[in-house]
């Protein structure tokens, strides 16, 4: 799930609390959640702890995840 669709669902933390959680401004997160800004590797752990897994760090950076995180790659096939 992308931070967007997240935030939209119900029970979804604020923006605010989300903030404090993952240990930036809001007004980074609403650069996040827009796309105005791509969420930074050092992040994407937090956001994954906490949202409870909803995001994950696949989700925040399919593009390059697993060359970040090798342990991602375990069942995925080439396409």
């Not at 669709?5 to 993952?22: H, I, P, S, W």
């Not at 590797?41 to 989700?59: F, N, P, W, Y």
């Amino acid at each position: 799930m992308n931070l967007p669709d997240y935030f939209k669902q119900e029970g979804a933390l604020t923006a605010a609390t989300f903030a404090r959680l993952v240990d930036v401004s809001p007004a980074l997160v609403y650069q996040w959640r827009t796309g105005r800004r791509p969420v930074p590797v050092k992040h994407c752990a937090l956001i994954e702890q906490a949202t409870d897994g909803a995001v994950t760090r696949r989700d925040l950076r399919p593009s390059d995840c697993t060359q970040i995180w090798p342990e991602l790659a375990e069942g995925i096939t080439a396409q």
